[in-house]
T-cell receptor, first 111, second 114 residues
Framework: QKEVEQNSGPLSVPEGAIASLNCTYS??????FFWYRQYSGKSPELIMS????GDKEDGRFTAQLNKASQYVSLLIRDSQPSDSATYLC???????????FGSGTKLNVKP | GAVVSQHPSWVICKSGTSVKIECRSL??????MFWYRQFPKQSLMLMAT?????????EQGVEKDKFLINHASLTLSTLTVTSAHPEDSSFYIC??????????FGQGTRLTVV
């Protein structure tokens, strides 16, 4: 079983809609959770980090963490074509200095 | 956010030669640096984890004698692909952690072996 699982997509949403990206993880001692955005041919860039249960908002982005369900999500409000990219979920396990990445969800925002 | 600089951004080399890729954390001391490889339309594959002053920890299936990693200081790690072959052509990306929390990525190096 993979440590971090994501639906590969593609997820298509119209411009202005809310895009919802989901991620599940298998290790219950996972400590920190991250969302990265990767444009084609580029390296990943950090969008959000979340460490405790609940919601964390940053501009148009909201990360949601539910440790009991081992689930983390990313909501993108007012989606723009420039948001079209692959979104990677990453998990860091307590006491292990290693990040586990999901395979990524490709998001297409249609104008 | 923190800045991680990777150099070169692209390189073409002949089969059998070696290529060195540098990864620097510009505005923070990186306790740990990671090296990834990514083939087209595939996910990141962790190759190795390096800590300053100690030997790198390689993931299963990654040849340590082929992919030499040196982490000479808290701001610099290098990956040398030795005796490169066309199948080593890939996108190599480093990342560095700041205070063992978030990981920041370099720009990546596109290696083409001809």
């Amino acid at each position: 079983q993979k440590e971090v699982e994501q639906n590969s997509g593609p997820l298509s949403v119209p411009e202005g809609a809310i895009a919802s990206l989901n991620c599940t993880y298998s290790d219950r001692v996972s400590q920190s959770f991250f969302w990265y955005r990767q444009y084609s041919g580029k390296s990943p860039e950090l969008i959000m980090s979340i460490y405790s249960n609940g919601d964390k908002e940053d501009g148009r982005f909201t990360a949601q963490l539910n440790k009991a369900s081992q689930y983390v999500s990313l909501l993108i409000r007012d989606s723009q074509p420039s948001d079209s990219a692959t979104y990677l979920c990453a998990v860091k396990i307590r006491n292990f200095n290693k990040f586990y990445f999901g395979s990524g969800t490709k998001l297409n925002v249609k104008p | 956010g923190a800045v991680v600089s990777q150099h070169p951004s692209w390189v073409i080399c002949k089969s059998g030669t070696s290529v060195k890729i540098e990864c620097r954390s510009l505005d923070f001391q990186a306790t740990t640096m990671f090296w990834y490889r990514q083939f087209p339309k595939q996910s990141l594959m962790l190759m190795a984890t390096s800590n300053e002053g100690s030997k790198a920890t390689y993931e299963q299936g990654v040849e340590k004698d082929k992919f030499l990693i040196n982490h000479a200081s808290l701001t610099l790690s290098t990956l040398t692909v030795t005796s490169a072959h066309p199948e080593d052509s890939s996108f190599y990306i480093c990342s560095a952690t700041r205070m063992d929390t978030e990981a920041f990525f370099g720009q990546g190096t596109r290696l083409t072996v001809v």
